[in-house]
């Protein structure tokens, strides 16, 4: 492996402990009582996801289910949070946690469509795509060969079902 490639392999995994930072801060929003958002009130999230049903461009049949079971959904929410702050600080299932990332980032995307880009008044297409983006340079780049459990694991030779493991983490050898 070339320096060039040791760095980016380096920069990519700081990345993905920056991502688990942000994952860890979103907790706050979720957990937290005095949270103006706050998942566990289930009169907000079903009134919140009922809300995208007249901006998604996937039609209202997504945000409608959520809202007819929001205590389901917040628990969903919350514990896929959890997994994602705690897979990208520790970098363990990195590439399982970077695929769980993108199809949640493209879901809210998709249903949050017109409430993100508003022609004409908007400034900014919101965070979904740099989360995209971030996603896959995080699944194509092999993320999780530096400063994470998953490439302590594959070094020490402890990968057990070998095959299951090379779909939810990086090896060290790469991609």
Known sequence: ???????????LDLLRILLGVVWSVNLLFIFLPQSATNY?????????????AFSSVI???????V????????????????????AFLFGITTR?????????????????WNGIFVWGYGTDVGPQPLYIAIYLALLVGGAGRYWALDAHLWKAGDAR???????????????
């Open 1 to 11: 492996m070339s320096a060039s490639e040791d760095r980016g392999g380096r920069a």
């Open 40 to 52: 566990w009130n289930p009169t907000f999230f079903s009134s919140e996801a009922y809300s995208f």
């Open 59 to 65: 039609g209202t049949g997504l945000p409608n289910f």
């Open 67 to 86: 809202a007819a079971y929001p205590m389901f959904f917040a628990s969903l929410i919350a514990i896929g949070s959890v997994y994602l702050a705690v």
């Open 96 to 112: 399982l946690a970077s695929f769980v990332g993108l199809v949640a980032s493209l879901l809210f995307l998709l249903t949050q």
């Open 161 to 175: 079902l070998a095959q299951l493991a090379r779909w939810v983490s990086v090896p060290s050898g790469g991609s």
